[in-house]
C-alpha cells in the first residue's frame, strides 16, 4: 500500500492546488492522471512521472500535457467542444473573470 490519490480527493481538494473550485477541469485532471479509467488510485510514483514533465519538461511535454486535459474522450483527438469545454469552464470559473462567460460569449 502506499499514498494515492482518487477522483473524489482530486475534486474536492482541486481548489487548494490551482486557487478555485472547477469539478470540470478536476475531473480532466483526474482522467489524465488515470489514463481515463474511472476508480482508479493514483499513487504517488505515478503522479510524480505525469506531473514531472511540468516541473521541467521541454516545450513539447508541456504541448502533450495540456492535449491530454483537452482530450476528454481519449481519442487522440481534439475537437472544437474540448476547446470550448475547457474555455466556458476555466474562464467562466475564474477568480479574476469580470463575469460568468457562457459558450455563446465564446462563439457569438
Not at 475534486?11 to 483526474?30: Q, S, T
Not at 481534439?78 to 460568468?100: F, G, M, T, Y
Amino acid at each position: 500500500m502506499g499514498i494515492y490519490l482518487t477522483k473524489d480527493s482530486i475534486i474536492n481538494n482541486f481548489h487548494k492546488v490551482f486557487g478555485y473550485r472547477n469539478e470540470n477541469l478536476a475531473i480532466r485532471f483526474y482522467n489524465l492522471l488515470s489514463e481515463g479509467f474511472n476508480g482508479v488510485h493514483i499513487y504517488l510514483p505515478n503522479y510524480c512521472i505525469k506531473l514531472q514533465g511540468l516541473v521541467d519538461g521541454y516545450p513539447m511535454q508541456l504541448n502533450i500535457f495540456g492535449f491530454r486535459m483537452l482530450d476528454s474522450k481519449k481519442t487522440g483527438e481534439v475537437w472544437a467542444e474540448d476547446i470550448s469545454d475547457i474555455l466556458v469552464n476555466a474562464l467562466s470559473h475564474c477568480p479574476n473573470s469580470q463575469k460568468d462567460l457562457t459558450y455563446t460569449d465564446l462563439v457569438g
